[in-house]
């Protein structure tokens, strides 16, 4: 059994007793189903959204030199403008523009791991060109940390689990990231054959937020046939994501689902969004929450139903025994993403990513080859089968 659509949460029945359990049942069953959904009636206000809209709009049209003033292979910690075709997923260029943003943090201190680095200040655009953008931004990442905490401990509650069950991953500080991109039609790419706006992947970490700007779709996530369903924006809403950190602490209870993001078509006219990514400790260990037998038992009674099979095919981020912190393999996949910055900051850990790429292509073109082999030679086997009763009746 696979989605065929995604689902749609009210998140106003969540706040009134009498209905609230009605909607944890909703959760729990997007969760263990689908691990991608919307939610409306979120509480964030109206003016607030058009605010970011505008906003996020305001800062593509700067000039191209203002926009290299922030950009992101400046500083160490991946905050920062990436321009058109600057970032890789998949192994393929993503076709967008960006700029990412986090909650506010102090530069780390020189004893600090490594991957503190991806907590520090963030790179606004010049005030005197976009005099609104930071406090605009600064209001709405505060609002969806807010949103993304009451929407884990719903999560958690689902699971059959205490409200507070993941607070323990989450430090008293805790960094939050955004980005606002800007997704080119396919007549503006150089390319035109190219319509990756972003490869598909799973998101990290616990739970993200997408805002959707109408009109246009490209947003699709992939259920278990391998078919890509779409996420259409919906006005009102927002669309969340199961992160990877979440399937590993509740022991693939919540599934992070594959999705992807293709290039509008010619003629259309750019795609814009702003998704928020919840964050999670960087020093957090990989440790799992406690669910209750009869939460697994549902995962069980699904995996059963699906004979067996995962969600998709993408590599997942947090292996236990491979990383001995989040923040890590975070680094990492930062590294993997955004190679100029690594280029800059991190060439030791850029060369060991280019190692194990170019093993495991050396691996899967071997694979390949030995069933190319295989089939030919069973091809072989069937044509000799064919030939032999002509042969003896000669």
Same mark, same amino acid.
């Given at each position: 059994?696979?989605?065929?659509?995604?689902?749609?949460?009210?998140?106003?029945?969540?706040?009134?007793?009498?209905?609230?359990?009605?909607?944890?049942?909703?959760?729990?069953?997007?969760?263990?189903?689908?691990?991608?959904?919307?939610?409306?009636?979120?509480?964030? =206000?109206?003016?607030?959204?058009?605010?970011?809209?505008?906003?996020?709009?305001?800062?593509?049209?700067?000039?191209?030199?203002?926009?290299?003033?922030?950009?992101?292979?400046?500083?160490?910690?991946?905050?920062?403008?990436?321009?058109?075709?600057?970032?890789?997923?998949?192994?393929?260029?993503?076709?967008? =523009?960006?700029?990412?943003?986090?909650?506010?943090?102090?530069?780390?201190?020189?004893?600090?791991?490594?991957?503190?680095?991806?907590?520090?200040?963030?790179?606004?655009?010049?005030?005197?060109?976009?005099?609104?953008?930071?406090?605009?931004?600064?209001?709405?990442?505060?609002?969806?940390?807010?949103?993304?905490?009451?929407?884990?401990?719903?999560?958690?509650?689902?699971?059959?689990?205490?409200?507070?069950?993941?607070?323990?991953?989450?430090?008293?500080?805790?960094?939050?990231?955004?980005?606002?991109?800007?997704?080119?039609?396919?007549?503006?790419?150089?390319?035109?054959?190219?319509?990756?706006?972003?490869?598909?992947?799973?998101?990290?970490?616990?739970?993200?937020?997408?805002?959707?700007?109408?009109?246009?779709?490209?947003?699709?996530?992939?259920?278990?046939?391998?078919?890509?369903?779409?996420?259409?924006?919906?006005?009102?809403?927002?669309?969340?994501?199961?992160?990877?950190?979440?399937?590993?602490?509740?022991?693939?209870?919540?599934?992070?689902?594959?999705?992807?993001?293709?290039?509008?078509?010619?003629?259309?006219?750019?795609?814009?969004?702003?998704?928020?990514?919840?964050?999670?400790?960087?020093?957090?260990?990989?440790?799992?929450?406690?669910?209750?037998?009869?939460?697994?038992?549902?995962?069980?009674?699904?995996?059963?139903?699906?004979?067996?099979?995962?969600?998709?095919?993408?590599?997942?981020?947090?292996?236990?025994?491979?990383?001995?912190?989040?923040?890590?393999?975070?680094?990492?996949?930062?590294?993997?993403?955004?190679?100029?910055?690594?280029?800059?900051?991190?060439?030791?850990?850029?060369?060991?990513?280019?190692?194990?790429?170019?093993?495991?292509? =050396?691996?899967? =073109?071997?694979?390949?080859?030995?069933?190319?082999?295989?089939?030919?030679?069973?091809?072989?086997?069937?044509?000799?089968?064919?030939?032999?009763?002509?042969?003896?009746?000669?």
């Amino acid at each position: 059994m696979s989605f065929l659509s995604i689902p749609i949460l009210d998140l106003s029945l969540a706040r009134n007793p009498e209905s609230k359990p009605a909607f944890l049942d909703s959760l729990r069953n997007a969760l263990l189903d689908v691990g991608f959904l919307y939610i409306k009636s979120t509480g964030i =206000e109206d003016a607030l959204i058009r605010d970011v809209i505008s906003q996020g709009k305001a800062f593509f049209d700067l000039p191209e030199e203002k926009k290299l003033e922030i950009q992101m292979k400046n500083v160490p910690s991946f905050l920062g403008y990436n321009k058109l075709g600057n970032e890789i997923t998949a192994l393929q260029t993503d076709w967008r =523009e960006q700029i990412d943003l986090s909650t506010p943090h102090p530069l780390p201190t020189p004893s600090s791991p490594l991957y503190h680095n991806l907590l520090s200040p963030n790179q606004w655009p010049d005030t005197d060109y976009l005099p609104h953008f930071q406090p605009t931004y600064e209001a709405y990442i505060a609002r969806m940390s807010a949103l993304s905490t009451e929407f884990t401990s719903l999560i958690a509650e689902s699971l059959l689990l205490p409200a507070t069950a993941f607070d323990r991953f989450f430090d008293q500080n805790q960094q939050h990231k955004l980005k606002i991109i800007k997704y080119p039609d396919t007549a503006s790419l150089p390319f035109s054959d190219q319509n990756q706006g972003v490869g598909p992947h799973k998101d990290s970490m616990l739970t993200s937020y997408l805002l959707q700007v109408p009109p246009h779709k490209g947003l699709q996530a992939q259920n278990l046939n391998g078919n890509w369903i779409d996420c259409p924006p919906i006005p009102s809403t927002l669309v969340v994501a199961i992160g990877q950190g979440l399937e590993a602490l509740t022991h693939g209870v919540c599934k992070s689902t594959t999705h992807r993001v293709l290039s509008p078509q010619a003629g259309l006219g750019p795609r814009f969004s702003v998704p928020f990514f919840q964050g999670v400790s960087y020093d957090a260990t990989f440790e799992s929450v406690d669910v209750p037998a009869d939460t697994l038992a549902m995962r069980d009674e699904r995996l059963r139903e699906r004979g067996g099979k995962g969600m998709d095919d993408v590599e997942f981020t947090f292996t236990k025994g491979r990383w001995g912190h989040l923040g890590e393999a975070t680094l990492v996949n930062r590294v993997k993403s955004h190679v100029d910055v690594g280029e800059r900051w991190y060439p030791e850990i850029l060369a060991k990513v280019r190692a194990e790429q170019a093993a495991a292509k =050396e691996t899967s =073109e071997t694979l390949a080859e030995q069933k190319a082999t295989k089939e030919a030679g069973k091809e072989s086997n069937v044509g000799a089968k064919e030939l032999a009763p002509a042969i003896r009746a000669r």
